[in-house]
């Protein structure tokens, strides 16, 4: 009985993660699960980004809860980047 409800726990747990990550076909980055009391603030995270010589054309929160810059790097080649809003780090980038 006890193993059966662990399996089930696993289960359970498993369709959880797979929903709140996004499945493969949804195309949904997803970024964190932190509430927005614990992101950093929007303004001074473009601030230093622009600082560090990004360039952003625009800037949004995704479904994913990602802030997602499309811009061009340091570099100057076009870019598409989600970070993490809790730390800043990199979830995903694309560039052309």
């Given at each position: 009985m006890k193993s059966q409800?662990?399996?089930?726990s696993a289960i359970?747990?498993?369709?959880?993660?797979?929903?709140a990550c996004g499945s493969p076909e949804s195309g949904m980055t997803q970024c964190t699960m932190e509430p927005q009391e614990n992101w950093l603030d929007q303004e001074q995270f473009q601030q230093s980004l622009t600082?560090?010589?990004?360039?952003?054309?625009?800037?949004?929160?995704?479904?994913?809860?990602?802030?997602?810059?499309?811009?061009f790097n340091q570099n100057k080649q076009k870019v598409e980047i989600y970070f993490n809003p809790v730390d800043g780090s990199i979830v995903k980038q694309e560039n052309e």
């Open positions: 409800f662990l399996k089930l359970a747990a498993s369709a959880f993660f797979v929903t600082e560090q010589g990004y360039e952003i054309n625009e800037f949004k929160v995704t479904d994913g809860n990602c802030y997602e810059i499309y811009g």
